[in-house]
Every structure is written in structure tokens, then in C-alpha cells.
């Protein structure tokens, strides 16, 4: 089945700390997306790749950082830096054209104790 | 800046009625709006797109329009289930290929 799948599901950090959230697509799409979700807020864009071995800033990217080695895989690395890590964080895909749909994965809910 | 607002207060509905959820923004004309269902705990899917020069979409239960007059565009569920109990995410073009999401509705449908 195609679909998007993000890894771990729930996510534990102690402060100070790295971690890396994984996001994975078979769906052939060429632009990836990492959001972030807070309670009573809308998704906040953190960074968006268009294109293997591209990436641009979002709105929120302080303290995050991602990589795009291959088309299929998006990890969204959140660094000691990140102030306010505890969030859940949702990647998604499209097939690049503006205004398709996003595809989402599951999320993965970081809780930095 | 672009702002996306929904009514942050619950919509709570009886069965078989029609639900109608709201999207207001400013500060932009964007050539498309979505909506998406977000359940608790997981990842939005997306339910449907208008673009600006369309006035209303439709996909079974679910009617979008969209009225670039007033900024608005309205969600309306016909026939509502309580399967149908889930928060809707108002999207839009936020240019390029960046998409401005809206903090959602919640809306319970009572059997």
C-alpha cells in the first residue's frame, strides 16, 4: 500500500538532547513537508523540500534542521536549540504541483522530559 | 501576514442534520482553499479543493464554497453520523508551494 509512515509514534527526549523524527513515502512525490501542531493552533510549517537534495526554511525552522539525501525520505532533526520541542509533529507529501493535496502521516508526538 | 480563522468553539449537532463550519481569512486572495478531517491523534486527510475561480464543490455528503468577496468559504456535512465527529482544517495557498492551515473546528454529532 502507498502511504506516508512516520517513526517513532511517541517520542521522549530529555532536555538538551538531539532527536531525529523519521518520515517516509512510497507515493513517488517529489515535495515533503514538516509541520508542527500545538494545541489550539493551526499546523506551522518547519521546512519543505521540492526536490531530492533541496529544502527551504518555513515559518517555524529555528532549532530544526532536515536533510534530503533521497526522494523517498524526509527527517526532520530537532536540536537542543528548539526552545519549545514538546509538539506533535506531522510530515507530509504532494506531488510538487501547487494546490494538490497533502498526503499526512500519522504524526509523531514528541514530549521533551 | 495571511490569517486563516475558524470558530475555536465546538460545534455540537444532531444526527441527520446538516453541519456548516465556517473559514474566514485576510490579508490575501488565495487560489485555492482546502479542507482536511483531522481525528485525535493523527494525521489530517484531506477531504476537498475549490479553487478561487470556483463557487461551490461537492463530494457526496460534503458541499464546499468558497466567496472570495466576503473571504469566506463554508463546509457544510448533509446527513450527519456521528462517524462524521472529527476536527476540519481550513487550508489555503499561502504562495509558492506553501499551504497556510487554519487551528480547526471540532464538531461532535450526536446519535
Known amino acids: 500500500d502507498g502511504g506516508i509512515t512516520q517513526s517513532p509514534k511517541y517520542l521522549f527526549r530529555k532536555e538538551g538532547q538531539n532527536v531525529t523524527l523519521s518520515c517516509e513515502q512510497n507515493?513517488?512525490?517529489?515535495?515533503m513537508y514538516w509541520y508542527r501542531q500545538d494545541p489550539g493552533q493551526g499546523l506551522r510549517l518547519i521546512y519543505y523540500?521540492?526536490?531530492?537534495?533541496?529544502?527551504q526554511k518555513g515559518d517555524i525552522a529555528e532549532g530544526y534542521s532536515v536533510s534530503r539525501e533521497k526522494k523517498e525520505s524526509f527527517p526532520l532533526t530537532v536540536t537542543s536549540a528548539q526552545k519549545n520541542p514538546t509538539a506533535f509533529y506531522l510530515c507530509?507529501?504532494?506531488?510538487?504541483?501547487?494546490?494538490?493535496?497533502?498526503?499526512f502521516g500519522q504524526g509523531t508526538r514528541l514530549t521533551v522530559v | 501576514s495571511q490569517k486563516i480563522e475558524q470558530n475555536s468553539e465546538a460545534l455540537n449537532i444532531q444526527e441527520g442534520k446538516t453541519a456548516t463550519l465556517t473559514c474566514n481569512y485576510t490579508n490575501y486572495s488565495p487560489a485555492y482553499l482546502q479542507w482536511y478531517r483531522q481525528d485525535p491523534g493523527r494525521g489530517p486527510v484531506f477531504l476537498l479543493l475549490i479553487r478561487e475561480n470556483e463557487k461551490e464543490k461537492r463530494k457526496e455528503r460534503l458541499k464546499v464554497t468558497f466567496d472570495t468577496t466576503l473571504k469566506q468559504s463554508l463546509f457544510h456535512i448533509t446527513a450527519s453520523q456521528p462517524a462524521d465527529s472529527a476536527t476540519y482544517l481550513c487550508?489555503?495557498?499561502?504562495?509558492?508551494?506553501?499551504?497556510?492551515f487554519g487551528a480547526g473546528t471540532r464538531l461532535f454529532v450526536k446519535a
Open positions: 507530509a507529501s504532494s506531488i510538487g504541483v501547487m494546490g494538490t493535496e497533502a498526503f
Open positions: 523540500s521540492q526536490i531530492v537534495n533541496d529544502f
Open positions: 507515493l513517488n512525490h517529489d515535495a
Open positions: 487550508a489555503l495557498d499561502g504562495g509558492g508551494f506553501k499551504t497556510i
